[in-house]
């Protein structure tokens, strides 16, 4: 695609539920990242891949988060027994050169916990 | 932890107006990047500027950027409604292999037409 693609868009679930939210980075990204963007704040790292491997998944949360990437391309951020505080705008973005280069970010997937 | 701080939070200007949003850093950085956000949207590059650079242009936008000081500014010249957004800094640290980009928490520009 052209862009970096998100799904779902927004998301409603309800507490102790597990969700997961897609990211389909530009092709030929070797580098992706997921942030996190509470309401009316800046964004917080969670993760970030270089092809399949994480080499640095020091902003994930609790064990309750986790993330993986196949095939260098898609990731998928699954979050286990979801709790209030984790409602967010959830931003994905992928980069050529990583933190050295520009970062495309999507659009995010807003996620709602009752 | 936060490595970009913006300053300052919240800016109302006239249309016409340069704006002008600052950001400091606390380590030492490989480069400092912009973004802008319009609101419910993703984030959109604006401009990068390098350890070794000191200033950079890209139409309306000017950046500067002082290693010594940790901080860098944005300034928006001539500005126009449309330029309404949330604008954010980043900084890639120099931190071996891993390469992240430390956003601030942003400024919220508002821009009257």
């Known amino acids: 695609g052209a862009g970096v693609s998100q799904s779902p868009s927004n998301k409603v679930t309800e507490k102790g539920k597990d969700v997961e939210l897609r990211c389909d980075p530009i092709s030929g990204h070797t580098a992706l990242y997921w942030y996190r963007q509470s309401l009316g704040q800046g964004l917080e790292f969670l993760i970030y891949f270089q092809g399949n491997s994480a080499p640095d998944k020091s902003g994930l949360p609790s064990d309750r988060f986790s993330a993986e990437r196949t095939g260098g391309s898609v990731s998928t951020l699954t979050i286990q027994r979801t709790q209030q505080e984790d409602s967010a705008v959830y931003l994905c973005a992928s980069s050529l050169q990583g933190a050295h280069g520009e970062l495309f970010f999507g659009e995010g997937s807003r996620l709602t916990v009752l | 932890s936060q490595q970009g701080e913006e300053d300052p939070q919240a800016l109302s200007i006239q249309e016409g107006e340069n704006a002008t949003m600052n950001c400091s850093y606390k380590?030492?950085?490989?480069?400092l990047q912009w973004y802008r956000q319009n609101s419910g949207r993703g984030l959109v590059h604006l401009i990068l500027?390098?350890?070794?650079?000191r200033e950079k242009h890209s139409g309306r936008l000017r950046v500067t950027l002082d290693t010594s000081k940790k901080s860098s500014s944005l300034l928006i010249t001539a500005s126009r409604a449309a330029d309404t957004a949330s604008y954010f800094c980043?900084?890639?640290?120099?931190?071996?292999?891993?390469?992240?980009?430390?956003f601030g928490k942003g400024i919220t520009l508002s821009v009257r037409p």
């Open positions: 500027i390098r350890s070794n650079e």
């Open positions: 380590t030492s950085i490989n480069n």
């Open positions: 980043a900084t890639d640290a120099r931190t071996g292999a891993n390469s992240k980009l430390t």
